[in-house]
């Protein structure tokens, strides 16, 4: 059974000449596991689970279960045919895992007993624990916050990645109790933790990921002061994480220091050199 607290990492897909780059893949799963993570959020946004095809996706999901605990895995499921998404959603479950991730189906923009008939059908077909991924700016629909409190009062609705930019409902989730609340917004890992979320699903944790973990162990400990420093300390590599659209910047950390090569699939663009730059010199400095 999967504990959906911590630092959950949002992993990187690396590429390599169009393909996906299964050692890199392997070396960072490896390399984060070492410093500690809770577990690894594999094809969501940061993954480019969009670019990826199913047979892709999956493929992926099966590597890095050869490589890490099958509690320690979370996959992404995003989709607005409804239909594809649950035949999908049974592919996925024929793998152990600890969860999948949903946010609203995109650009449909469905009503709000709209998104309630949907989250309640894909809780109902899953046989693994379900973590709603809301994320209004990127499916262009906004869950209110009494839907959202209704939704996740089902029993297999397990965590929210909470992305929606509106404390208020992040403290009534967290208040209520119904589930884990994990901040998606890497900014407020030290706010959610402050107001007794459960931590993060983050994708500037790839980048020294250990002090991340030891923010997460300084709040459990009660030791606050300790743990503010240690997210300043980070705050210049979080703010940089997303100078381009995720997860350009944190590959191109990632390739400065040979985990992989700076590679996106197109639409997306790969990390500009003025931004290399600037992570060279972040980098730096978070090093010491």
């Given at each position: 059974?999967?504990?959906?607290?911590?630092?959950?990492?949002?992993?990187?897909?690396?590429?390599?000449?169009?393909?996906?780059?299964?050692?890199?893949?392997?070396?960072?799963?490896?390399?984060?596991?070492?410093?500690?993570?809770?577990?690894?959020?594999?094809?969501?946004?940061?993954?480019?689970?969009?670019?990826?095809?199913?047979?892709?996706?999956?493929?992926?999901?099966?590597?890095?279960?050869?490589?890490?605990?099958?509690?320690?895995?979370?996959?992404?499921?995003?989709?607005?045919?409804?239909?594809?998404?649950?035949?999908?959603?049974?592919?996925?479950?024929?793998?152990?895992?600890?969860?999948?991730?949903?946010?609203?189906?995109y650009y449909i923009r469905p009503s709000q007993?709209?998104?309630?008939?949907?989250?309640?059908?894909?809780?109902?077909?899953?046989?693994?624990?379900?973590?709603?991924?809301?994320?209004?700016?990127?499916?262009?629909?906004?869950?209110?916050?009494?839907?959202?409190?209704?939704?996740?009062?089902?029993?297999?609705?397990?965590?929210?990645?909470?992305?929606?930019?509106?404390?208020?409902?992040?403290?009534?989730?967290?208040?209520?109790?119904?589930?884990?609340?994990?901040?998606?917004?890497?900014?407020?890992?030290?706010?959610?933790?402050?107001?007794?979320?459960?931590?993060?699903?983050?994708?500037?944790?790839?980048?020294?990921?250990?002090?991340?973990?030891?923010?997460?162990?300084?709040?459990?400990?009660?030791?606050?002061?300790?743990?503010?420093?240690?997210?300043?300390?980070?705050?210049?590599?979080?703010?940089?994480?997303?100078?381009?659209?995720?997860?350009?910047?944190?590959?191109?950390?990632?390739?400065?220091?040979?985990?992989?090569?700076?590679?996106?699939?197109?639409?997306?663009?790969?990390?500009?050199?003025?931004?290399?730059?600037?992570?060279?010199?972040?980098?730096?400095?978070?090093?010491?």
């Open positions: 059974m999967s504990n959906f607290r911590g630092i959950w990492v949002a992993l990187v897909t690396p590429f390599r000449d169009g393909a996906v780059d299964y050692p890199a893949l392997q070396g960072l799963v490896a390399q984060l596991l070492e410093q500690g993570v809770a577990g690894f959020v594999v094809c969501g946004t940061t993954g480019e689970a969009a670019a990826l095809s199913h047979e892709e996706q999956l493929a992926v999901l099966d590597a890095v279960l050869q490589w890490v605990p099958a509690q320690q895995v979370i996959m992404g499921l995003a989709g607005n045919n409804q239909r594809e998404l649950l035949a999908f959603l049974r592919d996925i479950q024929r793998r152990p895992l600890a969860g999948v991730l949903v946010p609203a189906p007993a709209g998104l309630e008939a949907f989250f309640r059908t894909v809780a109902d077909t899953a046989s693994v624990p379900v973590v709603l991924y809301d994320i209004p700016y990127r499916t262009g629909v906004r869950i209110e916050r009494e839907t959202l409190r209704r939704i996740v009062r089902h029993p297999n609705i397990v965590a929210i990645k909470d992305c929606a930019g509106d404390v208020e409902t992040t403290m009534a989730l967290i208040a209520d109790g119904q589930v884990s609340v994990l901040t998606g917004e890497d900014l407020q890992i030290f706010a959610n933790l402050c107001l007794g979320g459960a931590g993060a699903i983050s994708a500037s944790s790839h980048i020294r990921a250990d002090l991340y973990v030891q923010l997460f162990r300084e709040m459990e400990e009660g030791t606050v002061n300790a743990a503010r420093r240690t997210f300043y300390r980070l705050l210049p590599w979080m703010q940089a994480a997303f100078a381009e659209p995720n997860p350009a910047a944190v590959k191109g950390a990632l390739a400065l220091q040979g985990w992989m090569t700076n590679e996106v699939r197109e639409p997306m663009q790969a990390c500009t050199p003025a931004t290399l730059e600037r992570l060279k010199s972040v980098l730096a400095d978070l090093a010491h």
